[in-house]
């Protein structure tokens, strides 16, 4: 595979699919996927987050955001993913991913399927969420790999913790990659979660991609 071809295609099939935000998928092409801990922002974060979604949507409406002029992506990642980001490396919630086994249990699914169902490149495993860039091989879809990984490892923390209830946050978080530039920016964020604690694996996909 060459290096561009991991990288968003504005000629290609695109898959987009709404819940409270819109989820772009491509096959075959780099993601980065943020997915929390329910209790991981506190009710006020969700209801800010809320009311600017509802007045982005009344400003913009259905527009795809790569149509969008440069600044007004700038303000939607400023407004969304870059402040969700800030509050979770605050530490909020039980931070149950503080416990290694718990950790362990979450790096072990990442792996488990690697090379077979997506090619997996490098996460963070925080206290409260984990970051992952990932690529899906054909037939194996973004938001089923996702689902597994949530699914597969709430039940297991659960059960080694004695917790009961929702674990995830049902909704995952994900942006289709757009150029080496741009996973290089992701990398580099994934790494510096290290100094917050996380467990950090470094996987690099583009040297992967180019076969050296």
């Not at 007045?55 to 409406?61: L, T």
């Not at 407004?79 to 416990?99: I, K, T, Y």
């Amino acid at each position: 595979m060459e290096i561009d071809d991991l990288f968003f295609d504005r000629s290609a099939d695109l898959t987009i699919t709404h819940r409270k935000r819109p989820h772009w998928k491509q096959p075959g092409k780099v993601h980065f996927v943020t997915w929390r801990q329910a209790d991981s922002l506190a009710q006020a974060h969700l209801e800010q987050l809320r009311r600017d979604r509802d007045a982005w949507s009344r400003n913009y409406g259905e527009r795809k955001l790569f149509e969008l002029p440069a600044s007004v992506q700038r303000e939607y990642h400023r407004l969304f993913r870059v402040r969700v980001e800030q509050w979770l490396d605050a530490g909020a919630g039980s931070c149950a991913l503080e416990h290694p086994a718990a950790r362990g249990v979450v790096r072990e699914t990442l792996l488990h399927f690697e090379g077979s169902r997506y090619r997996l490149g490098s996460f963070a495993i925080a206290g409260n969420h984990v970051h992952v860039l990932v690529v899906p091989l054909p037939g194996h879809d973004l938001s089923r790999i996702t689902h597994s990984w949530k699914s597969y490892t709430a039940k297991e923390i659960n059960k080694m913790l004695g917790r009961i209830g929702q674990f995830w946050q049902a909704e995952s978080f994900d942006h289709l990659v757009r150029s080496a530039a741009h996973l290089e920016r992701f990398e580099h964020y994934i790494e510096q979660h290290v100094h917050q604690g996380a467990v950090v694996e470094r996987r690099p996909l583009m040297n992967a991609g180019s076969g050296s």
